[in-house]
């Protein structure tokens, strides 16, 4: 019997819009009824959670966050998912009050990396997720050193997030390539796709020159297999994750 995915979404809307399309084309299906069920809430007017890292609103996501959480059990999730990085900030707080488990999408991007053999790891994200020491908290744990872009890199990073792909607009991808170039030049095994506005950056060529691991592929892959459906078309490097094991640990 499959599980119910609960999906808080709307953090952003784009990147939840293709969550759920990676949740469907991932999915093992020769009919209708091979899919997922799914309950999704987009919650687009939660506030905004690098802004509260940051000091620069007062307006916690919390309440609403944990709201949407209770709602999406009380409506028959059995495992929710939370497609934003940054809103992992509050992930002890949800899971905590949660009535079904909650998936980490920073542990399990982590916890990949971590089997491909990578020790140091360049974090491409908010500057809010930066601000939690999330990855490099879950990074210690394998002995994997975090890079994280210099002060103009990471400008121009949120630049590109909340100006250009938040507002739709069509972005010039020749920093977030410079700031790739700059982080592998540090030394770094791989780099994360720690926003999940940035899964939605064509994999063209050139990204595909790029040891990239998309932490939106990682919950898709991992809550498909939780929830006890089979995945299919995942790239070769998110193939452990597909593998069905114990992961709400």
Do not use: W
């Amino acid at each position: 019997m499959s599980k119910t995915l609960g999906v808080l979404g709307g953090l952003g809307p784009a990147a939840s819009v293709y969550f759920y399309r990676l949740l469907t084309e991932h999915t093992a299906a020769a009919r209708d009824q091979d899919h997922l069920n799914i309950v999704l809430i987009s919650g687009a007017e939660i506030p905004d959670r690098s802004e509260y890292i940051m000091g620069k609103s007062d307006r916690s996501p919390l309440p609403q966050m944990t709201d949407c959480v209770m709602r999406l059990a009380g409506a028959g999730a059995q495992l929710i998912a939370i497609p934003c990085n940054t809103a992992h900030y509050f992930f002890d707080e949800l899971a905590r009050v949660s009535p079904v488990p909650v998936l980490n999408i920073v542990r399990e991007t982590v916890s990949l990396a971590a089997t491909l053999g990578v020790r140091r790891l360049g974090i491409l994200a908010t500057t809010g997720t930066v601000l939690t020491g999330a990855y490099p908290q879950a990074a210690r744990e394998y002995g994997i050193e975090c890079v994280m872009p210099d002060f103009t890199g990471q400008s121009a990073l949120m630049s590109l997030i909340y100006d250009t792909i938040k507002t739709a607009s069509a972005p010039d991808y020749t920093a977030f390539y410079e700031i790739a170039d700059d982080l592998m030049e540090k030394g770094c095994d791989a780099l994360i796709l720690g926003c999940t506005e940035l899964s939605l950056i064509p994999k063209d060529a050139r990204y595909e020159a790029y040891p990239f691991i998309d932490s939106l592929l990682v919950l898709a892959a991992r809550a498909i297999v939780a929830c006890g459906k089979t995945p299919c078309g995942f790239p070769e490097i998110y193939r452990s994750v597909t593998t069905p094991q114990s992961i709400l640990t």
